[in-house]
């Protein structure tokens, strides 16, 4: 079992930086693929970085070159880096915690960008 919290949201000016942090507590962090998905009101979550219990990464394709996924195993913590941001990454951020057939979400972070 894994509870996840999620923090560092809030409002950010496009082109500006912002970090969001998510806390695990329970066993074995280390062992699971870590994640951020985001939602708008309306769609549906998407996927919008990945870093597996070996460090590999990806990204969604807008994202790219402009956010960074990093763990900590030692704080059990994953992060999401946001430079740059634009107005459409506005949404409610979710990390999420998955290995076989566990998944684990947190409750979720606002961000918003906008000047």
């Known amino acids: 079992q894994v509870q996840l919290v999620e923090s560092g949201g809030g409002l950010v000016r496009p082109g500006g930086s912002l970090t969001l942090s998510c806390a695990a507590s329970?066993?074995?962090?280390?062992?699971?693929?870590m994640a951020w998905y985001r939602q708008v009101l309306g769609k549906q979550r998407e996927l919008v970085a990945l870093?597996?219990?070996?460090?590999?990464?990806q990204y969604l394709e807008s994202v790219k070159g402009r956010f960074t996924i990093s763990r900590d195993n030692a704080k059990n913590a994953v992060y999401l880096q946001m430079n740059s941001p634009k107005p459409e990454d506005t949404a409610v951020y979710y990390c999420?915690?998955?290995?076989?057939?566990?998944?684990?979400w947190g409750q979720g972070t606002q961000v918003t960008v906008s000047s």
């Open positions: 329970g066993s074995a962090f280390s062992i699971y693929n």
């Open positions: 870093i597996s219990r070996n460090s590999n990464t």
């Open positions: 999420n915690a998955f290995i076989g057939t566990a998944n684990y």
